[in-house]
C-alpha cells in the first residue's frame, strides 16, 4: 500500500522558516518524482515544487523560487521541503503527491496520484 505522511508544518511568523517531510513508503522511491503541492481555503490546489528521484531535477513555482528548497533522502524515502522567508500568503495545507514527473522545466501529473493527508502552515503578519 502506498502512503505519504507529511510532517512540519505550524505557525510562523513572517519572515521565518519551517521545513516540511513527506515520508513515503509502498513503492520504488528512486523511481519516481514527488511533488509539493498547496492549497488555501477557496483556492486551488497548486503545485510548489517538485524533484525526480532519479536524476535529482528540481521544479519550483515562481512564487516559491528563492525561498523554498526541495531535496530528497532517498535512502529514508523521504522528500523534505526547507520553507524560508516565509510570507502570509504562504499559508496553506500543504500536500505530497507521487508519482509525479518532475524536469528543471516543468511537470507532469499521472492519472493515479497518492497524496498525504496534508499539513498546515500558517504565517502570521
Known amino acids: 500500500e502506498v502512503q505519504l505522511v507529511e510532517s512540519g508544518g505550524g505557525l510562523v511568523r513572517a519572515g521565518g522558516s519551517l521545513r516540511l517531510s513527506c515520508a513515503a513508503s509502498?513503492?520504488?522511491?528512486?523511481?519516481?518524482?514527488i511533488g509539493w503541492f498547496r492549497q488555501a481555503p477557496g483556492k486551488e490546489r497548486n503545485l510548489v515544487s517538485c524533484?525526480?528521484?532519479?536524476?535529482?531535477?528540481?521544479y519550483y513555482a515562481d512564487s516559491v523560487k528563492g525561498r523554498f528548497t526541495i531535496s530528497s533522502d532517498n535512502a529514508k524515502n523521504t522528500v523534505y521541503l526547507q520553507m524560508n522567508s516565509l510570507k502570509p500568503e504562504d499559508t496553506a495545507v500543504y500536500y505530497c503527491?507521487?508519482?509525479?514527473?518532475?524536469?528543471?522545466?516543468?511537470?507532469?501529473?499521472?492519472?493515479?496520484?497518492?497524496w498525504g493527508q496534508g499539513t498546515q502552515v500558517t504565517v502570521s503578519s
Open positions: 524533484i525526480s528521484s532519479s536524476d535529482g531535477s528540481t
Open positions: 503527491a507521487a508519482p509525479i514527473f518532475c524536469s528543471d522545466l516543468g511537470f507532469a501529473r499521472y492519472e493515479n496520484e497518492y
Open positions: 509502498g513503492f520504488t522511491f528512486d523511481d519516481y518524482g
